[in-house]
T-cell receptor
Framework: AQTVTQSQPEMSVQEAETVTLSCTYD???????LFWYKQPPSRQMILVIRQEAYKQQNATENRFSVNFQKAAKSFSLKISDSQLGDAAMYFC?????????????FGKGTKLTVNP | DSGVTQTPKHLITATGQRVTLRCSPRSGDLSVYWYQQSLDQGLQFLIQYYNGEERAKGNILERFSAQQFPDLHSELNLSSLELGDSALYFC????????????FGQGTRLTVV
């Protein structure tokens, strides 16, 4: 079974600075998807960024980018120019590409605090 | 707004009772997923339905059941409730298939007292 590990329960960053959240995963599959979700105090799960394992290029969405290291099974999220609205729980998630189900396997999450 | 609607937003009930959580997926989405978020277990996949049929099962207790109706809305039934069932229950929906992503509802906060 696949597992996702987020080793940083909490992180903090100064407004306008850059922060990197770590995620590692374990799988024997070669085709899969990786995601970062944000959960603000409103509880809504919001997709931040997605990476397909077959793509070598790291995904980028505005101030959010990932460092995907397939051999190391590492998938970190970098937030540049941090804003107060970035404060939230961040969850790393894995999804198999084997077909049959698109269920997500989540890590335990990292609580990000943004200091003004 | 993700387009996925969950009702109710909050639910308080006593141990031993039965509750039903409802989810309306985004228009056009055939897959519905249920997840449980608790402090000790984190976010866990419970079950997936695709176009009315069960497609995948996760760590769902026997006291829990779900179904997806012809109009594609889904219900999660929780019975013989225990204190440990208190959690945030999310529904998500997707078109299904490769290169798709799931959109989450705002969740139902269940408190068992």
């Amino acid at each position: 079974a696949q597992t996702v590990t987020q080793s940083q329960p909490e992180m903090s960053v100064q407004e306008a600075e850059t922060v990197t959240l770590s995620c590692t995963y374990d799988t024997s599959e070669s085709d899969y998807y990786l995601f970062w979700y944000k959960q603000p105090p409103s509880r809504q799960m919001i997709l931040v960024i997605r990476q397909e394992a077959y793509k070598q290029q790291n995904a980028t969405e505005n101030r959010f980018s990932v460092n995907f290291q397939k051999a190391a099974k590492s998938f970190s999220l970098k937030i540049s120019d941090s804003q107060l609205g970035d404060a939230a729980m961040y969850f790393c998630a894995y999804r198999s590409d084997r077909g049959g189900s698109e269920k997500l396997v989540f890590g335990k999450g990292t609580k990000l605090t943004v200091n003004p | 707004d993700s387009g996925v609607t969950q009702t109710p937003k909050h639910l308080i009930t006593a141990t031993g009772q039965r509750v039903t959580l409802r989810c309306s997926p985004r228009s056009g989405d055939l897959s519905v997923y249920w997840y449980q978020q608790s402090l000790d277990q984190g976010l866990q996949f419970l079950i997936q339905y695709y176009n009315g049929e069960e497609r995948a099962k996760g760590n769902i207790l026997e006291r829990f059941s779900a179904q997806q109706f012809p109009d594609l809305h889904s219900e999660l039934n929780l019975s013989s409730l225990e204190l440990g069932d208190s959690a945030l229950y999310f529904c998500a929906s997707s078109v299904s298939g490769r290169d798709t992503e799931a959109f989450f509802g705002q969740g139902t906060r269940l408190t068992v007292v």
